[in-house]
């Protein structure tokens, strides 16, 4: 049994609004949205952080990074711009210890972040 939110997601334990999938990831609309499009890409196996799925061996980032490219261009944002963020560790913030990237669009991206 898993106490990890994002995996209750994987198995449909946890309703989630499903955007995207593959053999190996998921990609579902964030509860808090920061932008008008705000999905979350994860892969289905549990890897805490970004540190830990950039050490994963079998190209299962890049299925990541790809399946976040693939949303942005489904959302339409992809020619417009869109920013794609992994918050890693407390001080950045990381409030779900289940690796996934924030997948962000729809409106102008300030800089620096927050
Ligand atoms: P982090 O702060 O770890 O980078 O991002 C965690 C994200 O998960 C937050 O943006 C938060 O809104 C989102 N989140 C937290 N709980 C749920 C949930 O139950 N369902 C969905 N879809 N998103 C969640
Ligand atoms: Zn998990």
Known sequence: MTECLFC???TGEIPAAQV???DRTLAFRDI???????VLVIP?????DFASLAGAADGLL???????HAVAQAEGIA????RVVFNTGPAAG?????????????????????
Request: no cysteine.
């Open 32 to 38: 808090n949205p920061q932008a008008p499009t705000h």
């Open 8 to 10: 209750k997601i994987v």
């Open 44 to 48: 289905k196996d549990h890897y805490p």
């Open 79 to 82: 020619a417009s711009g869109y």
């Open 94 to 114: 990381q409030t779900v210890f289940h690796a996934h990237a924030h997948v962000l669009g729809g409106r102008a991206m300030t800089w620096p972040p927050g």
């Open 20 to 22: 995207m999938e593959s």
């Open 62 to 68: 890049t299925e990541v990074a790809g399946q976040a």
